[in-house]
């Protein structure tokens, strides 16, 4: 799909650890316990230049810092890392996602020296709501580190998942943002609400021991994700029609579900970007929605399940470690493009869900995600 010279965009999970307890995470079982068999990892600096070399860096265009289970400001490293980028490739926009409730100010401050970074702070709601979602992130921590970041000429954006419980907040949040100097304010719909085999109108929250704490519900229609392919008559917020709706779709067979995926022609997102994904445990994927196979011992639904035992019987996980072979390496291998026959509708191996979920050309769930207040 990719040739290693053609690669303009890096999207790297720098760590699985993290400070939180989001109830979507799949590092943990909703926002209660951690997975047992999750590997936990971080990046060092001696992982990072070997791993990136320096023709790599030097053409790309954009570097994502994000991972599916960790937050990258856990990372000792860090600021070692964005040196041996700028010295590189002082052109490069570098992109941080976080809780923000990591570090101390001092950190911060001296983190907002590096100008071609650009933080995102993942915060849903104010004082007395950013927790119910972003578990164990401290209100007091997190504003003194973005005020540090921000008022030392860090370049910093607000990204808002829009719930039931903070929907009425947008407003103050947005206010908030431009009193601290926050360039951008984005609202989004949280994932958790438009899977078609696990969509609800709201999310169960449970403890460490496992006992039921509350629900989180989505928020109004405006804000609102609804289940993937579900008809809308269906999805109003009506907790028995979603349930049926889920029912009648997990009794359908798996033939009839393949064909109902197979029939979309697939718009790689991976590919128009010309980027990859390189996970904590050093495994190179196409995408990060892909990247979940790389915690091979940890599953969540059928769709998972199904890649993941394909990539072990057609590939391996040891030939898609970046530590074992380079990217250029394995990108000269047959690895991305066994992915990409698998969007021929008649191919033998079937269609990956999540090619279909994400990238089905004109139907898929990242279409108009983000809201406008």
């Known amino acids: 799909m990719l040739k290693f010279d053609e690669i303009e965009k890096l999207h790297v999970e720098l760590s699985s650890v993290c400070n939180a307890a989001c109830p979507v995470c799949p590092r943990n079982v909703s926002g209660g316990y951690e997975f047992p068999n999750l590997e936990t990892n971080t990046f060092t600096y001696a992982d990072f230049i070997q791993i990136f070399e320096k023709d790599l860096i030097k053409n790309l265009k954009q570097i994502l810092f994000v991972g599916r289970y960790g937050d990258p400001i856990t990372c000792i490293d860090l600021p070692k890392i964005l040196e041996y980028i700028s010295a590189i490739n002082s052109r490069v926009q570098i992109r941080i996602h976080t809780n923000g409730g990591i570090r101390s100010p001092a950190w911060w401050r001296k983190l907002a020296t590096f100008k071609n970074v650009s933080v995102i702070f993942s915060i849903d709601g104010l004082e007395d709501t950013n927790h119910i979602y972003r578990r164990n992130v401290k209100w007091d921590k997190l504003i003194a580190n973005v005020e540090s970041y921000v008022s030392n000429g860090g370049n910093a954006i607000w990204e808002f998942l829009v719930f039931g419980h903070n929907q009425h907040q947008t407003g103050a949040a947005k206010r908030l943002s431009d009193s601290i100097g926050i360039s951008e304010f984005i609202l989004k ?169 994400m990238c089905g050309k004109n139907k898929n769930i990242r279409h108009n995600l983000i809201v406008e207040e």
């Open 189 to 357: 719909r949280p994932y958790g609400f438009n899977n078609m085999s696990t969509s609800h109108s709201s999310i169960n929250v449970i403890d460490k021991q496992g006992k039921f704490n509350y629900k989180i519900f989505q928020a109004d229609k405006k804000y609102a994700n609804s289940p993937y392919n579900a008809p809308h008559n269906q999805v109003d917020g009506n907790d028995n029609l979603v349930d049926d709706h889920i029912y009648r779709m997990q009794q359908m067979t798996e033939t009839v579900v393949d064909t109902v995926y197979d029939m979309i022609d697939i718009d790689c997102h991976a590919v128009k970007e010309k980027e990859i994904y390189v996970d904590s445990l050093y495994n190179l994927h196409p995408c990060c929605w892909l990247a979940y196979a790389g915690q091979n011992k940890i599953l969540h639904d059928s769709s998972e399940i199904k890649y993941t035992k394909w990539l072990n019987e057609k590939i391996g996980h040891k030939n898609i470690n970046v530590k074992l072979s380079s990217i250029r390496e394995l990108l000269n291998t047959s690895y991305f493009n066994k992915i990409k026959e698998t969007w021929n509708k008649t191919h033998v191996d079937g269609r990956f869900y999540t090619c279909t979920e």
